[in-house]
């Protein structure tokens, strides 16, 4: 079974650019989940997709942050314009059933904005 | 989502058994203890969930008391490999919430050759 996948696994932007992060699940997950890590900070959740529906995004820190999951696989993750602070490492997880199955992880984006 | 309390990190040496404790004291009745791994440059890993006395797998075992204010996961002669940061969970299985996973500042666990 493949895992979760994230593409790119790293991108450098500048201040003002637009990035856009990919995420492929689990085939079969409902279940998609964006986490982040900022600098020295510990890893927060963003938000949360059944299917192609936002079931809670409470965790997206701002409108410059667009989420997307068309079709109900892949989700991108969209950040325009990046700011400074959204340097980190974003990761996406999914899994099969709400809360009673445990969260498979990618490897994450690490995401740097110069 | 109850709260937990991890040391910062530790160390120890390969072959030798590793027990990484973990505080929870205000979990409720429905929370179930799961515990992740993350190594450098890659996503937490599930190691192992439970809800009371003693679970055990392939890779590790989950030590929680009659009270379940605390547990305790257990490495058994880890390895260099087993270098990595574990985090301790606490959240109701069932509950979607659970998935809105916080993971404080897990536990580092560094061993030496």
């Known amino acids: 079974e493949a895992g979760v996948t994230q593409f790119p696994s790293h991108s450098v932007i500048e201040k003002g650019q637009t990035v856009t992060l990919r995420c492929d699940p689990i085939s079969g997950h409902d279940n998609l989940y964006w986490y982040r890590r900022v600098m020295g900070k510990e890893i927060k959740f963003l938000l949360h997709?059944?299917?192609?529906?936002?079931?809670?995004e409470s965790g997206m820190p701002n409108n410059r942050f667009l989420a997307e999951r068309t079709g109900g696989t892949y989700s991108t993750l969209k950040v325009q314009p990046a700011e400074l602070e959204d340097s980190g490492v974003y990761f996406c997880?999914?899994?099969?059933?709400?809360?009673?199955?445990?969260?498979?992880f990618g490897n994450g984006t690490r995401l740097t904005v110069t | 989502l109850a709260k937990t309390t991890q040391p910062i990190s530790m160390d120890s040496y390969e072959g030798q058994e590793v027990n990484i404790t973990c505080s929870h004291n205000?979990?409720?009745?429905?929370?179930?203890i799961t515990w992740y791994q993350q190594f450098p440059s890659q996503g937490p890993r599930f190691i192992i969930q439970g809800y009371k006395t003693k679970v055990k797998n392939e890779v590790a075992s989950l030590f929680i008391p009659a009270d379940r204010k605390s547990s305790t996961l257990s490495l058994p002669r880890v390895s260099l490999s087993d270098t990595a940061v574990y985090y301790c969970l606490v959240g109701v299985r069932g509950n979607y919430n659970t998935d809105k996973l916080i993971f404080g500042t897990g536990t580092r666990l560094q061993v030496f050759p």
């Open positions: 997880a999914s899994t099969p059933r709400q809360g009673d199955s445990p969260l498979h």
């Open positions: 205000n979990i409720a009745t429905n929370d179930y």
């Open positions: 997709f059944v299917k192609e529906s936002k079931q809670d």
